[in-house]
């Protein structure tokens, strides 16, 4: 597959596993690319379908996530660096986005979510 | 108030000069450093029960970061000690029986101590319960090991001991600069750097004192901000763990034009 259909491949798979899986509603996929070294990036927004930490509880509602889908790499590294990552931070993601959520497909088409943050920021209470 | 002294061995193998860690001896020192937020690693133990590891006390132990950062605020300074210092002192006879004379001496005094205070206390024991017992034998019981080497403050200042001063200061600071940043990048911070490898990481860091404050932080090993590519097995695996134990993984990197940190803190999303 191409780098551009592969990319693609990875943002819908992302997609529907929020969807259809974490049942999350306005999923939708952001239009901005980044071309970073021959990959293209591209940003999910959506909204949880319950709330993901209780810290957000002072907060009120679920708010809208910021994903970003990536492909874990068995056999080529990948070329996602922090400086890439600062990029998306930027281009990407609203100002007021307070978190990326990483979210890093399998070559089984599992997919694991990581919440990133800029800085330095404390463990979320349980 | 005095300078906090941070000891370390400088030794020559096969030609090549390494500086040891340092290690602080004094406990008004190791006091001081904890004020600072430096805690280091306790690592004394007896010499006879070398096994204990439990309970261990002075010297204190830093890594080569925290020696640099000490020495770079001002806060202390080296002494360096050569590892064929004590061969080379007690090569002199006169040293030598010096040594020993002090070291006799000493062992006479402690065991003194010990007589006298074993015999008060078993003379009120005895007095207690309205006896008047035998006085029993002298029981061989702790000897005080001094915190200062005997051989050691024979040697005279020479030279040879600034050379070795600037030696030890300038192999420290090769091997530890391109840590120091990071490291005074959390110091600025107000928070208490502890080695990581317990949690696989490169530091653990606590908001406060470890005895009052949980660790927050596990910290990976600096990458390069513009080479190295994010392992997502090993973000996976350090996240996870992290997340388990509380804390966060914090990737980091030092950005090379304006040698500012750059840091993201990362948590398992806790679904997926």
Known sequence: ME?????????????????YYQLWTNVCVNAEQLNWRGQIFQVITGRPSHKLSNDAAAEGDTKLECVLPVEMCDYKNSDLTLECLDQVF?????????RLTLAIVNNDGTVMFYFVYKGIHKPKRN | M??????????????NWCVSDGYIFSLEDIKRLRQLGICGVLTGTLGTLAQQNVFLSVPLRLLGEEVLWIITNGHGRLNVTQSSTV??????????????????????????????????????????????????????????????????????????????LLLAS???????????????????QNFVVSPGA??????????????????????????????????????????RLATAVKKTWVLNAQIP????????????????
Not at chain 2, 120 to 134: D, M, P, V, W
Not at chain 2, 176 to 181: A, I, K, M, V
């Open chain 1, 3 to 19: 780098t551009k259909d592969r990319a693609e491949y990875i943002v819908q798979l992302v997609r529907n596993n929020l969807l």
């Open chain 1, 90 to 98: 930027t281009k990407l993601c609203n100002k007021d986005c307070k």
């Open chain 2, 2 to 15: 005095s300078d906090i002294i941070v000891n370390v061995t400088l030794s020559n193998l096969d030609g």
């Open chain 2, 87 to 164: 061969p080379l002192s007690l090569r002199s006879t006169s040293v030598r029986e010096q040594v020993r004379d002090d070291n006799a001496t000493l062992i006479q005094r402690s065991f003194a101590l010990q007589r006298d205070t074993k015999l008060k206390e078993h003379l009120s024991k005895t007095q207690k319960y309205g006896q008047t017992g035998a006085v029993p034998g002298d029981p061989a019981l702790f000897q005080e090991t001094p915190n200062d080497s005997l051989v050691l403050k024979h040697t005279r200042r020479d030279p040879a001991a600034a050379a070795a």
């Open chain 2, 170 to 188: 300038s192999l420290l600071r090769d091997q530890y600069c391109h840590q120091l940043d990071l490291f005074s990048y959390l110091k600025r």
């Open chain 2, 198 to 239: 317990r949690f696989g990481g490169k530091y653990i860091i606590y908001p406060g004192d470890p005895l009052r404050y949980h660790s927050h932080l596990i910290v990976a090993d600096t990458q390069d901000y513009h080479r190295d590519p994010l392992d997502f097995s090993a973000i996976s695996a350090g996240a």
């Open chain 2, 257 to 272: 034009e304006t040698r500012e940190i750059t840091c993201f803190s990362v948590e398992w999303a806790g679904f997926g």
